[in-house]
T-cell receptor
Framework: NAGVTQTPKFRVLKTGQSMTLLCAQD?????MYWYRQDPGMGLRLIHY???????AKGEVPDGYNVSRLKKQNFLLGLESAAPSQTSVYFC??????????????FGEGSRLTVL | TQLLEQSPQFLSIQEGENLTVYCNSS?????LQWYRQEPGEGPVLLVT?????EVKKLKRLTFQFGDARKDSSLHITAAQPGDTGLYLC???????????FGKGTTLSVSS
């Protein structure tokens, strides 16, 4: 019973390097989200997807790109990493739109450090 | 921009004490959720409240949604060390598809 799985769990990058975070869910959820969590800032939405092939910007989208080629996967890309992107990244999914009381199921997080 | 303000930001108490965490906004939300997060893990849903004035109880935890659906509170009775964690409130606007999170309250309960 995996739920939401994020890979990798830890990564250290140098400024300017690129990387992709992978999120996979096995609950057949339509909606998927990428959040970042920083001390004292709570969870901030980066991008989200309301279904396969769709993506939308959240609160803090700059410097990130996403793709949802398959319903079960949601990829978060950093094209040119910056120290300001040092954070813990959480992927989440939901069965129905959260505006209609949908519960978010979170992964365990991916800790990214940009030097 | 809708904002959710949580208070207090940090709370350190002794086992057996009672506490209340507040979540306030100037905006109306269609529903409000409370999540609990332990170190190294993702948040886990505790409760969803949808009706103004609604009160829900989960063992020693009592959740309330304000009459105007702009605020919520979480009350813990006789706190235990196992209650230690980060408590996050999250609101859903009527038009949006994504939850807005407060900055969280870090609770530490010592025995």
């Amino acid at each position: 019973n995996a739920g939401v799985t994020q890979t990798p769990k830890f990564r250290v990058l140098k400024t300017g390097q690129s990387m992709t975070l992978l999120c996979a869910q096995d609950m057949n959820h339509e909606y998927m989200y990428w959040y970042r969590q920083d001390p004292g800032m709570g969870l901030r939405l980066i991008h989200y997807s309301v279904g396969e092939g769709t993506t939308a910007k959240g609160e803090v989208p700059d410097g990130y790109n996403v793709s949802r080629l398959k319903k079960q996967n949601f990829l978060l890309g950093l094209e040119s990493a910056a120290p300001s992107q040092t954070s813990v990244y959480f992927c989440a999914s939901s069965y129905i739109e959260t505006g209609y009381t949908g519960e978010l199921f979170f992964g365990e997080g991916s800790r990214l450090t940009v030097l | 921009t809708q904002l959710l303000e949580q208070s207090p930001q940090f709370l350190s108490i002794q086992e057996g004490e009672n506490l209340t965490v507040y979540c306030n906004s100037s905006s109306v939300f269609s529903s409000l959720q409370w999540y609990r997060q332990e170190p190294g893990e993702g948040p886990v849903l505790l409760v969803t409240v949808v009706t103004g004035g609604e009160v829900k109880k989960l063992k020693r935890l009592t959740f309330q949604f304000g009459d105007a659906r702009k605020d919520s509170s979480l009350h813990i009775t006789a706190a235990q060390p196992g209650d230690t964690g980060l408590y996050l409130c999250a609101g859903a606007s009527q038009a949006g598809t994504a939850l807005i999170f407060g900055k969280g309250t870090t609770l530490s309960v010592s025995s």
